[in-house]
């Protein structure tokens, strides 16, 4: 009969915590920021069909990274333990605490467990409150260990990257316009070289405390995404000249040609000539 080989238990935890580590690596970053009016989701994803945001329950919300299969399944769980409270009880007994809680222990009772592999993925847990003091975001990771983060949280890919832009240009109190604008910049500061992502490989959605319906979950179109993205663009230049009105008031009042004639044609114009070749970026 063999003897099977010695593995201490520090050794074990180690290689299964390796294990879930390079497989959520794998992936691509998640952000959930705090905007003045609720909370942000901005994911890079390229499959409109796979969403790894979605809404929990009225004013939940759950985004994840890692293997889809299994954190879809939880996100299924999540769902039906929401509806049961919410049923059984009341709406407002469905907490984000209470839910974070079960997903910890599900997390940590699979790793844990030697009889089969750790969850490769990374989950959030947010729950809008009535003002920004009361919003609450629970990042969870594959070991089941649970933080209370506030205002940002980044997780999968190369999430130290991604984390550290954020951190540098994030304010409290930030407009919708100008945290989606931050997160996609950052999910395109995630390597040596600046990507610039479009709408159709990201994913938003957002929980909004002025909604007025009971569920404060909505998904950001891609065309409603767009048109946000080039209002708030840095690199956005203004497509009108110059005014020329002041030119007219510049002239002086001694001047001998007192005409309504425009400028001669030597001088210089005061706004560039419009091209029909003009392709310039809005």
């Not at 950001?220 to 009105?245: F, G, H, N, Q």
Request: charged share 30%; no cysteine.
């Amino acid at each position: 009969m063999s003897v099977p080989f010695y593995v201490s238990p520090e050794q074990l935890m180690r290689d299964r915590a390796d294990f879930a580590r390079k497989g959520i690596a794998k992936g691509r970053s998640a952000i959930a920021l705090q905007y003045a009016d609720g909370i942000l989701f901005v994911a890079e994803n390229r499959s409109p069909a796979l969403h790894k945001v979605a809404e929990i329950y009225d004013r939940m919300a759950f985004a994840a990274v890692g293997r889809y299969n299994e954190f879809e399944n939880l996100r299924i769980a999540g769902v039906r333990l929401a509806d049961m409270r919410g049923y059984s009880y009341d709406r407002r007994d469905v907490t984000g605490r209470a839910l974070a809680n079960a997903y910890a222990q599900t997390l940590g009772a699979i790793f844990s467990s030697g009889g089969e592999k750790p969850l490769e993925v990374e989950i959030l847990v947010a729950e809008v409150g009535t003002s920004t003091a009361e919003d609450q975001i629970y990042r969870l990771t594959y070991d089941g260990s649970i933080a209370d983060v506030r205002g940002y949280a980044v997780m999968g890919g190369p999430a130290e990257q991604v984390a550290d832009y954020v951190g540098e240009h994030f304010k409290e109190g930030i407009s919708l316009a100008g945290a989606l604008r931050l997160a996609v910049d950052a999910l395109g500061h995630d390597g040596t070289e600046v990507r610039q992502l479009t709408p159709d490989q990201i994913e938003v959605a957002v929980l909004d405390r002025t909604r007025t319906q009971v569920r404060k979950f909505k998904r950001i179109s891609e065309e409603t995404l767009a048109r946000i993205l080039s209002e708030s663009s840095p690199d956005k230049t203004p497509t009108e000249p110059v005014e020329a009105k002041p030119a007219e008031d510049a002239t002086p009042a001694s001047s001998a040609d007192d005409s309504p004639v425009g400028p001669a044609d030597d001088d210089v114009p005061i706004a560039p000539p419009e091209e029909p070749d003009d392709n310039r970026p809005l």
